[in-house]
């Protein structure tokens, strides 16, 4: 096995002076608050899906989930099918009425739906929280790369906070969804490039089945990564999945439709990403047997399963493509969570306690600095995380499963149930925020034991509260007047111009650079690894060329004669 290079490290340093210039070219885009946190709901639906789904994962998809699949199979594989299921859910339910909310972050609607006390205990609560989810997975990366390189933890962990905490600065929204499209583009190429020399490796697919162990290739109906476990982390997911930075991303393009398709595209590709990303740590089962042996200085070998497959199989070059894919999933989850808590903070606490009257131009200084404040606590947890030598894939779950399912009921339920008082959110939220609490740091409890005990519990105070309900507020009316008028985007985006064009210009001519740019990889590559380098820039110029074609399209007429802004009936039908 060998160890990243001088190539690599130029490859990574590359990468780095990349995402900073995308940074500095889509600052023009952002012209106040509303572009700097949602685009201004102009951005392209395949930009924001593809957005979306790298924002789903990190650098934990490649430690922690690498590390589920190296011990148990297909289990991981059950894993992100849930997590594609959870997207279905969206689809069909709350992506469209996101999008219909007309919101700038995924907290403002709760001031109409609940009361104001409500709206600012979640914004508290979530950011604190979130912090420590956002610190795990920065402490996932730098797991990653001190792996792979040799470096030290800390100055990995400064290095990449301080890249992604200006790009997400200087640009925002846009910068975050257009960094995540590029990452994309690089690591899904890099990821089927290593699935195929992975399983050429070891026999194909069908030498991969026949040499694993028997429990790898099973799934238990009990205990860890079972039946039961696997459904109940497909339903913890759905509720984190369709709150969040993914919501986000719902109402930052033009309509509902486009919303749907943001969630339908994610689910296809979490689908195809279960099988892509987890073969290799299974074929790095059969190759290594016994991880501690490859590296015993890890208190968890199987999470480097990933990194151990990438400088198996790859040439010099492809490795530090492989590190820098690892630094864009990371980049891609926390570019989005340092986004929507500085929204937060300046939509949501800021403007709403302090300076009601603060203009666009306000907000977006304050959005500056509330960004550069969550990106620096944020590297300061991780390397305290670092220090304790944790499990990521557990440090990860405990905070996921704690916010996901103490937030996400009363925030879905209120988008879609509608006779039910104003404290219903609050009471719901504090039951399952205390039992997540006491179940996580106290109980100990497992995924199953939470989901089983919280879910019914939030729910059922939720849906009890209803009988105390005395009929609908302004805020209740004004909201469910909004969710039930389509988006009409040529009033009410005029003044909001489309980059589609421009930004998939830029797309296209950035890829194929990367893609002609990774030829110079065949110099170095030996001669049997050079068919690997010729596949990745195949594919990274394929996706060049088909992004060249994308236009803008005009907007389809809403089929319905009420504008949003107009005196609407409010409907029963939502109750």
Not at 327 to 351: E, G, H, P, R, W
Request: hydrophobic share 50%; proline share 4%; net charge positive.
């Amino acid at each position: 096995m060998g160890s990243a290079n001088q190539i690599d490290y130029s490859v990574i340093a590359i990468y780095g002076l990349l995402m900073v210039i995308v940074g500095l070219y889509v600052m023009r885009f952002n012209r106040g608050a509303a572009e700097y946190f949602r685009g201004g709901s102009r951005i392209p639906w395949l930009v924001a899906g593809l957005s979306c789904f790298m924002s789903g994962f990190s650098a934990w998809t490649f430690t922690g989930a690498a590390g589920v699949a190296y011990r148990a199979g297909i289990a991981a594989v059950g894993l992100y099918i849930g997590n594609a299921l959870s997207f279905l859910l969206g689809c069909f339910v709350f992506a469209a009425r996101w999008r219909r909310s007309r919101v700038t972050t995924v907290m403002e609607y709760l001031s109409d739906r609940f009361n104001p006390v409500t709206h600012q205990t979640f914004s508290w609560v979530t950011i604190f929280f979130q912090l420590f989810t956002s610190a795990s997975t920065l402490y996932g990366l730098s797991l990653f790369i001190s792996s792979a390189c040799g470096l030290p933890v800390k100055w990995t962990i400064i290095g990449a906070g301080t890249l992604i905490v200006f790009y997400c600065v200087v640009g925002g929204l846009w910068a975050v969804v257009v960094t995540d499209f590029l990452q994309a583009s690089i690591l899904m190429p890099f990821c089927l490039v290593l699935v195929i020399t992975a399983l050429s490796r070891v026999g194909g697919v069908g030498g991969l089945i026949h040499s694993l162990p028997p429990e790898m290739k099973t799934l238990r109906f009990s205990g860890e990564f079972g039946w039961i476990y696997i459904v109940s982390w497909t339903i913890m997911v759905s509720f984190g999945y369709n709150t969040s930075a993914m919501a986000q991303r719902y109402f930052s393009v033009d309509d509902e439709r486009s919303a749907r398709k943001v969630a339908l595209l994610c689910c296809c590709l979490f689908f195809v990403g279960a099988f892509l990303w987890f073969l290799p740590p299974m074929a790095m089962r059969i190759i290594y047997p016994d991880l501690h042996a490859v590296w015993p200085g890890l208190a968890n070998p199987s999470e480097a399963s990933y990194a151990v497959a990438s400088l198996t199989l790859l040439p010099h070059g492809l490795i530090g493509v492989m590190l820098a894919a690892m630094f864009s999933a990371t980049m891609a989850n926390l570019s989005a969570q340092f986004n929507l808590k500085s929204a937060i903070l300046s939509k949501d606490v800021y403007q709403r306690l302090f300076r009601k009257s603060a203009g666009e131009r306000e907000l977006l200084m304050v959005g500056w600095l509330t960004t550069f404040l969550i990106g620096a606590t944020t590297t300061v947890m991780a390397a305290a995380m670092a220090a304790s030598g944790k499990s990521v894939f557990q440090i990860m779950l405990t905070f996921n499963t704690l916010m996901s399912l103490a937030y996400g009921p009363p925030a879905l339920l209120g988008l879609v149930v509608r006779r039910t008082p104003p404290w219903s959110g609050l009471a719901s939220f504090m039951t399952g925020l205390v039992l997540g609490v006491l179940g996580a740091f106290v109980f100990d409890w497992s995924l199953i034991q939470q989901v089983a005990i919280i879910i019914p519990s939030s729910f059922g105070v939720f849906f009890l509260s209803g009988f105390f309900d005395r009929g609908d507020n302004p805020g209740r009316a004004r909201l469910f007047k909004k969710l039930n008028t389509p988006v009409d985007i040529a009033s009410e985006l005029k003044d909001s111009p489309d980059y589609t064009t421009v930004v998939f210009r830029f797309l296209s001519r950035t890829i194929a650079c990367i893609g002609l740019l990774s030829l110079l990889l065949l110099f170095s590559a030996p001669a049997s690894q050079r068919a690997t380098v010729l596949w990745f820039v195949g594919l990274t110029l394929s996706i060049s060329v088909a992004l060249h074609f994308v236009r803008a399209v005009s907007p389809v007429p809403v089929n319905d004669d009420r504008k949003y802004g107009e005196a609407l009936p409010i409907s029963s039908s939502n109750q």
